[in-house]
């Protein structure tokens, strides 16, 4: 799935973020708003992932979304 879908239908996809990456606050979420840029940098800032890494778990799970 693309993220244009993603942003487009971020309040459907929180719980599936909060069931992939725990440690995202529902405040994290409302802020995020669907945008790739400021997930990748949660990831990076709540579990310590370089930027590559984050960026590979975003797209490994944008791609397993159905």
Do not use: C, P
């Amino acid at each position: 799935m693309n993220w244009d879908e993603i942003e487009g239908n971020w309040t459907q996809f929180k719980g599936k973020v909060r069931s992939q990456w725990g440690k995202l606050t529902d405040d994290d979420l409302h802020v995020v708003k669907g945008k790739r840029d400021e997930l990748l940098g949660l990831l990076q800032k709540r579990y310590g992932h370089a930027k590559e890494q984050a960026e590979r778990e975003l797209d490994r799970w944008a791609k397993e979304l159905k």
